[in-house]
């Protein structure tokens, strides 16, 4: 085998090479990770709060129509659909025809085409049975 000495500067520049490649993937490696930690937060006596706070509930939004043809979009406005309805015994997750895939998704229905928030409301409701 062929060996060869280092001399003491080509050792410590190798070692600094080395070393900057090791801190710089660190902070790469820490940039990466998928859930961020938030600062504790101060309690009214200006203690830190102990438990993390619960992540935020995404926003249900059923109102893409983008795939609808033009004439399922104009059934939409006859109908009337909104996607809050301002009756609370009247909505869609407790209408006959509407097709539910759970309270926190966007569901169907048989009259008015597209996605239907199951907030939502429109003049076809009808009491679930």
């Not at 706070?53 to 983008?66: E, G, I, N, R, Y």
């Not at 809050?84 to 926190?104: E, I, M, R, W």
Request: charge should be positive.
């Amino acid at each position: 085998m062929n060996e060869k000495k280092l001399s003491r500067r080509e050792f410590f520049q190798r070692a600094m090479v080395l070393g900057a490649a090791a801190a710089g993937a660190g902070v790469v490696l820490t940039g990466c990770s998928s859930e961020k930690k938030a600062a504790p937060k101060a309690d009214a006596k200006g203690g830190a709060d102990k438990k993390p706070a619960a992540p935020k509930k995404k926003a249900l939004k059923c109102d893409d129509v983008s795939a609808l043809s033009d004439a399922e979009k104009n059934t939409r406005n006859t109908f009337k659909y909104v996607a809050k309805s301002t009756d609370p015994a009247k909505n869609c997750l407790n209408c006959q025809l509407y097709q539910s895939k759970g309270a926190d998704a966007c569901g169907g229905c048989q009259v008015v085409k597209g996605p239907i928030h199951p907030a939502g409301y429109c003049t076809a409701w009808v009491k679930k049975a």
